[in-house]
T-cell receptor, first 114, second 109 residues
Framework: DVKVTQSSRYLVKRTGEKVFLECVQD?????MFWYRQDPGLGLRLIYF???????EKGDIPEGYSVSREKKERFSLILESASTNQTSMYLC?????????????FGPGTRLTVL | RKEVEQDPGPFNVPEGATVAFNCTYS??????FFWYRQDCRKEPKLLMS???SGNEDGRFTAQLNRASQYISLLIRDSKLSDSATYLC??????????FGTGTKLQVIP
């Protein structure tokens, strides 16, 4: 079974803190994604990566950065957390050899910024 | 106009009923289409891909209408266990997938 794991299920941080969210996949997938999910807004893509050290902005990259130093690991960084970044963060991964490749999601990290 | 739009529902249907959801997309160059299922407080999981010719998986049928730019999901003989939020997803270019906000289904005994 494909497994995507995220470092924390719940996280509480203070405004202005630097926050790291880690995601690891064990199926040698080329593509990795970070989404946030908010009520009424659905899943919105923050960043994705199609290879080690490669990254592409998604629809809402402002306030976030990412790092992919190894194929299996994709990190999301909030340089200075703000209250409007309180959300559920979901990581996903997929292969890249087909238009119909499924995205596999991690269990999510619920981040609260106070 | 949003890239991918869904009726948020909720759709409340009795067990055994047939229910259908639509999802519209704005980018005519979209390449592939999916339905994901998300249970409460869980991550989304792929339900089925949607192929040009339409496809069926047991009680679930997915169809694509490129001319009108929508995909549909039909669930026959609804079960209590079908209660979930159904997300449509559309792949545009270069591995980027855009999700709809989801349609909530509640199957009632």
């Amino acid at each position: 079974d494909v497994k995507v794991t995220q470092s924390s299920r719940y996280l509480v941080k203070r405004t202005g803190e630097k926050v790291f969210l880690e995601c690891v996949q064990d199926m040698d997938h080329e593509n990795m994604f970070w989404y946030r999910q908010d009520p009424g807004l659905g899943l919105r893509l923050i960043y994705f990566s199609y290879d080690v050290k490669m990254k592409e902005k998604g629809d809402i990259p402002e306030g976030y950065s990412v790092s992919r130093e190894k194929k299996e690991r994709f990190s999301l960084i909030l340089e200075s957390a703000s209250t409007n970044q309180t959300s559920m963060y979901l990581c996903a991964s997929s292969l890249s050899d087909s238009l119909y490749n499924e995205q596999f999601f991690g269990p999510g990290t619920r981040l609260t910024v106070l | 106009r949003k890239e991918v739009e869904q009726d948020p529902g909720p759709f409340n249907v009795p067990e055994g009923a047939t229910v259908a959801f639509n999802c519209t997309y704005s980018n005519s160059a979209s390449q592939s289409f999916f339905w994901y299922r998300q249970d409460c407080r869980k991550e989304p999981k792929l339900l089925m891909s949607v192929y040009s010719s339409g496809n069926e998986d047991g009680r679930f049928t997915a169809q694509l209408n490129r001319a009108s730019q929508y995909i549909s999901l039909l669930i026959r003989d609804s079960k209590l266990s079908d209660s979930a939020t159904y997300l449509c997803a559309v792949r545009g270019g270069y591995q980027k997938v855009t999700f709809g906000t989801g349609t909530k289904l509640q199957v009632i005994p």
